[in-house]
Nanobody, 124 residues
Framework: QVQLVESGGSSVQAGGSLRLSCAAS????????LGWFRQPPAKKREGVAA???????AYADSVKGRFTISKDNAKNTVYLQMNSLKPEDTAMYYC??????????????????WGQGTQVTVSS
């Protein structure tokens, strides 16, 4: 049974930083990619960043230069370091997993497994 457990969400002031973690377990994919998505209040969920088993990354334009995705293979954990946070970054952040395939890593429909989410709130 695949499980994705996010942590690290919190409330911070604009300009601050947070690091989200997502621990993945129960999958048997030798190649895969993990993505971070977010859903602001009353808006659609959007892709933020993703990383595959080869370390290839993808970022949404809105977070390039501020967010960094990384992974610890030994811990089966992916991280999202978020710096220079803005109020518009406020959202529920989700981790998602897909077996590797040629795909748009930031497209929600490419992912089969999802975590429960962790809330990030940025105040001005």
């Amino acid at each position: 049974q695949v499980q994705l457990v996010e942590s690290g969400g919190s409330s911070v002031q604009a300009g601050g930083s947070l690091r989200l973690s997502c621990a993945a377990s129960g999958h048997t994919y030798s190649r895969y990619y993990l993505g971070w998505f977010r859903q602001p209040p009353a808006k659609k969920r959007e892709g933020v960043a993703a990383i595959d088993t080869d370390g290839i990354t993808a970022y949404a334009d809105s977070v390039k230069g501020r967010f960094t995705i990384s992974k610890d293979n030994a811990k089966n954990t992916v991280y999202l370091q978020m710096n220079s946070l803005k109020p518009e970054d406020t959202a529920m952040y989700y981790c998602a997993l897909s077996r590797w395939k040629y795909a748009d890593y930031l497209a929600e429909y490419e992912y089969s497994y999802w975590g429960q989410g962790t809330q990030v709130t940025v105040s001005s």
